[in-house]
């Protein structure tokens, strides 16, 4: 990565923010910025209200309203994209991102947090958002169990670990570059 990476994400309960602050010590605050979509209006504080609008918005095509300090994407060639799993696809507020900023040719870093059932559809639809996108193998990792009243799964204690994990996706992400290149 010649530029500044960007680290840009979506999170309700803070896993994924964990994951994207220490990705963000793993890369180096000097060589990646660090920012969160906020949506806006905010959505339902109660668990199966979120669920309910995200589904509603999912089948109706709706791309919710959110804050994000970003002008544009021209200072940078690598995008590290942080989402929870809602509904077995990307939260909504993910897809009126990628509409607002179109990544074009960029470089995409995929990562996630989930309950415990995976991806779903996610992939496909930053695939489908992100057409000419170089998109790597995404980081995904076990989070929060809302439904169960676990909102937070990622523990301080587990933020070393967390950190090595990073850094070995990092890491693995460069060596296919330079295999490619
Ligand atoms: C609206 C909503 C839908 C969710 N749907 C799924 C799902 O389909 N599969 C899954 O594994 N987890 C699902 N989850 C759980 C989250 O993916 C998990 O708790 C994640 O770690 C939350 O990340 P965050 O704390 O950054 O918001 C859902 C959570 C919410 C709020």
Known sequence: MNKKA???YFTRTGNTAVVAETLQQVLG?????????????????????????????QTAGHLPGYTLDLTSLADYDDIFLGFPTW??????VLLSFLTDYP?????????????GYGLGRSLEQIRQYC??????ACFTRAGGHEKQGQR????????????????????????EYRHEH
């Open 6 to 8: 960007l680290i840009v």
């Open 29 to 57: 605050t000097d060589r990646a910025d660090l920012l969160a979509i906020r949506r806006q209006p905010a959505g339902p504080t109660d668990y199966q209200a979120e669920v309910d609008q995200n589904v509603q918005d």
């Open 87 to 92: 509904n077995m696809a990307l939260p909504q």
């Open 103 to 115: 990544l074009g040719q960029r470089t995409c870093h995929p990562f996630n947090t989930n309950g």
């Open 131 to 136: 057409p000419q996108a170089n998109i790597r």
């Open 152 to 175: 937070v799964g990622i523990q301080p204690a587990d933020r070393p670990q967390l950190a090595q994990e990073l850094a070995d996706w990092v890491a693995s992400s460069e060596q």
